[in-house]
């Protein structure tokens, strides 16, 4: 009940309409409760009574108070569903902008189709539920209030008759309600998993296709189909006995009140108009009891749909701002990493151990070593993407932590290792980070990027769509805007985590003859598996298992023995082979020149 109450909770802000609303329903509610009091006067005085005129009369009052009641249903539909739309919206307005302050680690553990779920067909059955519980759930209380109180006025002992199995019907939806709840949670659960199955397909389709998986990602994602269908079917066949049970006793109802009333018309004791009313109240009392199959179908769905909900909305954001945070404007760029550990959440194993450096403004920090050393772990440090688990990380001499978020990021530029493009322009691409930038600085960016080129070559230039993701384009040319959007900011700090992985050597070159000029004055940090990216950087870090184990300039480096002269050595051997060996004259390359060893 905590959860519906908190959903409800969303209607304060649109109190006024739902003042109106209950106006309305609780209106045309009145005006139907009247009808059958005229139509059983219009049969014992007009029909018995023979009175035309009365008939006529009654007739033409019947019609007015349709007309009315229409107008009032139609005012109470109109408010309901627009209460509920604006709720909706509030909900998922609500979840979007907190999902925007949730960090990186939440998204490390989070499945893509799971939070789309909860932002679109989750909200949709809450919102369905409004629309329910609004009108049918409080139309059906004030009908039963209101026609139990006028058949005990009527007849005592027939509105016993008749009333007999509410108490039942009502502790049965209670009851069916509970038990309906885990299963719509299941079925939303599942909703989620087919919906991830289906985002990552979609999303990697040029994989799927390449290693002709199509077969195999088709039946992956039947699996989790069939899973939804069998969690529908079992809910649908629980739900599917509560509506004929519902039907039977208001039926039974209808059947003991037309038994003992016609027994008691035909004994005198009660008049035909009265009947005819009394089973017209029956009519009406028992449309909402059908309807509360339905309602508590939607309660059900929408109470698991809504612990979904605020599951992610009660997330507590791990990075988040001081009350007394600092706006460090300007920013110098000295950046200080002072006895610094770092673990990813549920990892069995730091990330980072013991980390401590300090890079002056204006220096470059190369980062080295091999895959999962934690070079892209230190890096998401400075920008705060995460916190440390021990230790401090400076920025100017403050802890990143006492820096308001929009000062420290607003002042560090990035080129990450995957180059994300939204599906927009090149120059709205290129301009993220700046909207209000000229077209000038956004060219002096592309052209200091390398990608000025590329983009004049484009039908329409700068304001070409890249497709969802940058899929028209290449690794390189993503790559390449990437950088081109990060020195758009003119930060303080560059964080350049493989930003010359995807391209070319010759793209690379050129890149990094634009780098070098970017980065003057520039506290940079650059992440690179290719040594000639890093051989001018003030201070190199190698990198093993989360420690630094070797520090110096690239000079310095390649005169001791260690893992950088290593590969040093290995990339340099590299460089100096031939492009086409003999079949055997190395290791491994049969296989790619397609020829068989012998």
């Not at 009660?270 to 089973?279: E, R």
């Amino acid at each position: 009940m905590k959860l519906a109450f908190r959903v409800f909770g969303y209607l304060k802000p649109y109190w006024r309409p739902v003042v109106v609303l209950y106006v309305a329903l609780f209106a045309g509610l009145g005006l139907q409760l009247v009808i059958p009091l005229v139509l059983a006067r219009a049969i014992d005085d007009g029909v018995v009574g023979g009175d035309r005129g009365f008939l006529l009369n009654a007739a033409l009052l019947i019609v007015g108070l349709t007309v009315l009641q229409g107008g009032f249903t139609f005012l109470r539909s109109y408010l309901v569903q627009t209460v509920a739309e604006r709720v909706g919206f509030d909900l998922r307005n609500a979840l979007y902008v907190h999902l925007q302050g949730l960090p990186f680690s939440f998204y490390d553990r989070s499945q893509t189709g799971q939070l789309m779920t909860r932002a679109t067909d989750d909200i949709n059955n809450i919102r369905a539920m409004l629309v329910m519980a609004m009108r049918p759930l409080v139309l059906a209380a004030g009908t039963f209030v209101a026609i139990t109180i006028i058949l005990i006025r009527t007849d005592a002992v027939l509105a016993a008759v008749a009333l007999a199995p509410l108490p039942f019907l009502i502790w049965f939806a209670v009851r069916f309600g509970v038990a309906m709840r885990p299963m719509f949670f299941q079925v939303q659960q599942q909703f989620g998993v087919m919906t991830s199955a289906l985002q990552e397909n979609v999303a990697g389709n040029r994989v799927v296709r390449a290693f002709a998986q199509e077969r195999g990602e088709s039946e992956r994602f039947e699996t989790e189909l069939e899973e939804l269908f069998e969690a529908n079917l079992r809910t649908a066949r629980r739900w599917s006995f509560s509506y004929p049970l519902t039907l039977l006793l208001s039926g039974a109802g209808l059947a003991a009140v037309l038994w003992l009333g016609g027994y008691r018309v035909l004994t005198g004791s009660l008049s035909i108009g009265t009947l005819v009313a009394f089973n017209r109240y029956m009519i009406l009392l028992n449309e909402p009891v059908r309807w509360l199959g339905f309602v508590i179908n939607r309660i059900a769905r929408a109470v698991a749909s809504a612990e979904r909900i605020f599951e992610t909305l009660d997330t507590e954001p791990t990075i988040a701002e001081r009350p007394d945070a600092v706006a460090l404007r300007p920013m110098r760029g000295e950046v200080r990493f002072a006895d610094v550990s770092f673990a990813f959440a549920g990892a069995a194993r730091d990330a980072l151990t013991g980390i401590s450096f300090v890079a002056r403004p204006g220096t470059v920090t190369a980062l080295v070593g091999p895959t999962g050393s934690g070079k892209s772990a230190l890096v998401g440090l400075i920008p705060r993407f995460y916190d440390p688990t021990a230790g401090r990380v400076e920025i100017d001499g403050h802890d990143a932590r006492e820096l308001t978020l929009d000062s420290l990021r607003s002042q560090i530029g990035t080129a990450l290792q995957e180059s994300f493009l939204f599906s927009v322009t090149v120059r709205e691409n290129i301009a993220y980070g700046r909207p209000d930038a000229t077209m000038d600085e956004i060219v002096a960016a592309a052209t200091a990027a390398q990608a000025h080129g590329f983009i004049s070559a484009m039908p329409e230039g700068y304001e070409t769509e890249v497709g969802e993701r940058g899929v028209t384009l290449s690794g390189g040319q993503k790559q390449r805007l990437a950088i081109a959007r990060a020195l758009l900011q003119d930060p303080k700090i560059l964080l350049l985590d493989d930003a010359t992985a995807s391209v070319d050597t010759e793209t690379e070159h050129a890149i990094r003859e634009a780098l070098r000029a970017a980065m003057h004055g520039r506290t940079s940090f650059v992440i690179a598996q290719r040594l000639t990216t890093v051989e001018d950087a003030d201070q190199i870090l190698v990198l093993q298992d989360g420690r630094i184990v070797e520090r110096g300039t690239h000079p310095e480096l390649i005169r001791r023995a260690g893992f950088y002269r290593e590969l040093y050595d290995l990339q340099r051997r590299d460089d100096q082979e031939p492009a086409f060996l003999p079949v055997d004259a190395k290791p491994g390359v049969a296989a790619v020149a397609g020829v068989a060893p012998p």
